[in-house]
C-alpha cells in the first residue's frame, strides 16, 4: 500500500511534532526538582511517545520510510533551557503550543476511535493548571511588564529576557548611529555610548525599582482593608468566600465546611481572601524592588554595549560600520531566538527584526546628518 503524497506529509508532520513534545516532556522531567511534577511529565511523555509509534505505524503501512526519532531545532534548544535552567522557564511556551494544537486529530480520521484527541486536550489542560498556579515571581517586573506587551509572543521570563536586551539593542544603536550621522569622532561615539547604555540600565532600574515598590504598597493596603472588614463583618467575609468556593465546583456544605475551618484561624483567613477576593499571595507582594532594578539594569544593559563593542578596539568610519554589522548580527540572532517561542521560521522572524532595527538606526543617522550639517553651516 502506498499512501498519497500529502497523506504522507502529514503523518510526517504528526510524527515530528509528537517526537518534539516528548522530547520536551522528557528533558522538563529530567530537570524538575518536584518527584510529582517530574512523574507528571514524564507521564506525559509517555503519552507522547505512544502517538509517536502510532504515527510510525501508519507511515508504515504507507509504505514511506520512517525517520530515525530526532527533535526538531526548536525543541532541542528548548530542553537544552529546561535542563540547564528549569523547566518553569519553558513551561508557558510549551503550554501555548498545546494549547493551540489540542485539537489538530479532531478532524484527522486516522485518530478517530482512538483516545488521542482527548489526551491531547487532556495535555493541554494539565498544562495550563501549571502555568496558572506557577508562583508569579517578581509582580510588575521588568520580566512581567515585558510579558503584558508581548502577550502575542507567549509568556514567559526567558523570553523576556530576549526582549529586554533588545530594548537595549535597538535604543543604543540608534543613538550611536544618530551621533554618527552628525559626524563625532570615535572617542566621542563611544563615551555616547557608554552614557547611553548606563542612562538606559538606570532609568529602566528605576522606574522598576518605583513599580514594584508600588505594587508592594498597594497590595499590602488592599490586605490591611481586607483585614479590617474581616475583624467588623466576619459572617459577610465567611459568604463571599463561600460564593467563590461554590463557583470553583465544591457544593454549598464543602465550601461552607472549608470557610468555617479557615476563618477559625485569623491569619488562615486573611491568606485566604487575599487569595481569592484580590488575587494577591501574600508571600510575594509584588516581589523584591531590588530583584526586578538589577534584572531590568542587566538585561537592558546587555544589549545596549552590543552596539558600542567595535569603538573599543577600532576606530573611525570602520568602527562605525563594524558597530552596525555586529548589531545587525545581533538583532538577527534576537530575531531568531524569539522564534523559539512563536514557532515562526527562522529567516522571516530574524530578517523582520534585522530591517525593523536597522530601519530605525538608518532614521536616526539621517537626522543627526541634517542636525549635524546645520549647526555646522
Known amino acids: 500500500m502506498t499512501g498519497a503524497p500529502d497523506q504522507v ?11 518534539d513534545s516528548a522530547a520536551e516532556y522528557r528533558a522538563m522531567a529530567a530537570a524538575e526538582r518536584d518527584p510529582r511534577l517530574a512523574k507528571v511529565y514524564a507521564n506525559l511523555a509517555g503519552m507522547e511517545d505512544a502517538h509517536v509509534a502510532f504515527w510510525e505505524k501508519r507511515l508504515r503501512d504507507t509504505g514511506a520510510s520512517v525517520p530515525s526519532r530526532r527533535a526538531s531545532w526548536r525543541s532541542r534548544v528548548l530542553g537544552a533551557i529546561a535542563r540547564r535552567l528549569g523547566p518553569d522557564l519553558v513551561l508557558a511556551t510549551i503550554a501555548a503550543k498545546e494549547e493551540a494544537d489540542q485539537n489538530v486529530y479532531v478532524h484527522q480520521p486516522e485518530a478517530a476511535g482512538t483516545r488521542m484527541s482527548a489526551q491531547e486536550r487532556w495535555h493541554a489542560k494539565v498544562l495550563k493548571q501549571l502555568v496558572t498556579s506557577q508562583p508569579r515571581g517578581v509582580e510588575g517586573s521588568f520580566l512581567a511588564r515585558l510579558e503584558g506587551r508581548h502577550r502575542s509572543v507567549g509568556g514567559n521570563a ?9 530594548d537595549g539593542l535597538c535604543s543604543n544603536l540608534s543613538l550611536v548611529m544618530g551621533v554618527a550621522g552628525a559626524s563625532v569622532d570615535s572617542h566621542g561615539l563611544l563615551i555616547t555610548g557608554v552614557a547611553g547604555l548606563l542612562a538606559g540600565a538606570c532609568s529602566m532600574a528605576l522606574g522598576e525599582w518605583v513599580s514594584v515598590t508600588s505594587s508592594r504598597e498597594l497590595a499590602q493596603r488592599e490586605i490591611r482593608i481586607e483585614t479590617s472588614e474581616l475583624a467588623e463583618d466576619p459572617e459577610g467575609e465567611g459568604d463571599e468566600l463561600k460564593l467563590i468556593y461554590e463557583a ?13 475551618h479557615l476563618l477559625a484561624d485569623r491569619s488562615r483567613g486573611i491568606d485566604a481572601l487575599a487569595r481569592e477576593e484580590l488575587g494577591i499571595d501574600p508571600s510575594q507582594l509584588g516581589g523584591s524592588a531590588w530583584e526586578a532594578a538589577v534584572t531590568s539594569f542587566v538585561l537592558f544593559a546587555m544589549g545596549a554595549l552590543v552596539p558600542i563593542l567595535p569603538f573599543l578596539v577600532v576606530r573611525g568610519n570602520f568602527a562605525v560600520a563594524a558597530s552596525v554589522v555586529v548589531s545587525a548580527l545581533g538583532l538577527f540572532g534576537i530575531g531568531a531566538a524569539i522564534t523559539i517561542f512563536t514557532g515562526a521560521p527562522v529567516l522571516r522572524s530574524g530578517g523582520r527584526q534585522l530591517l525593523l532595527g536597522l530601519a530605525a538606526a538608518a532614521v536616526t543617522f539621517g537626522l543627526g546628518r541634517v542636525i549635524g550639517m546645520t549647526i555646522t553651516s
Request: net charge negative; aromatic share 6%.
Open 9 to 19: 506529509a502529514r503523518y510526517l508532520e504528526n510524527w515530528q511534532d509528537e517526537v
Open 248 to 260: 470553583k465546583g465544591l457544593s454549598a456544605s464543602e465550601a461552607d465546611t472549608m470557610v468555617k
Open 158 to 166: 526567558l523570553r523576556a529576557a530576549v526582549l529586554g536586551a533588545n
